[in-house]
């Protein structure tokens, strides 16, 4: 999961970890969403003014539920905001 606090809202994206090739990512501001936890904000969608305001950009990597422990590797290079 990706999450950036933009404005005082947390918003987060959910890149599938599915495959082993690389991969080039592409997550448009628009497509991201706020946090589910955060219902006072649900139909908010981040404005230039949020952007502007940008606090944090979190990286997790969640176990998905009913899947046991596996192993692997998450690479991350070259990340970018634009």
């Given at each position: 999961m990706l999450q950036l606090n933009a404005g005082g809202v947390?918003?987060?994206?959910?890149p599938s970890l599915a495959g082993t090739a690389p991969v080039q990512l592409t997550i448009p501001f628009?497509?991201?969403r706020p946090a589910p936890w955060d219902t006072a904000n649900a139909d908010r969608r981040i404005t230039p003014e949020d952007l502007r305001n940008l606090s944090q950009f979190n990286i997790f990597v969640n176990q998905a539920?009913?899947?046991?422990?596996?192993r692997g590797s998450v690479l991350l290079d070259?990340?970018?905001?634009s």
């Amino acid at each position: 999961m990706l999450q950036l606090n933009a404005g005082g809202v947390s918003y987060e994206a959910y890149p599938s970890l599915a495959g082993t090739a690389p991969v080039q990512l592409t997550i448009p501001f628009s497509q991201w969403r706020p946090a589910p936890w955060d219902t006072a904000n649900a139909d908010r969608r981040i404005t230039p003014e949020d952007l502007r305001n940008l606090s944090q950009f979190n990286i997790f990597v969640n176990q998905a539920d009913g899947v046991g422990v596996t192993r692997g590797s998450v690479l991350l290079d070259d990340l970018r905001a634009s």
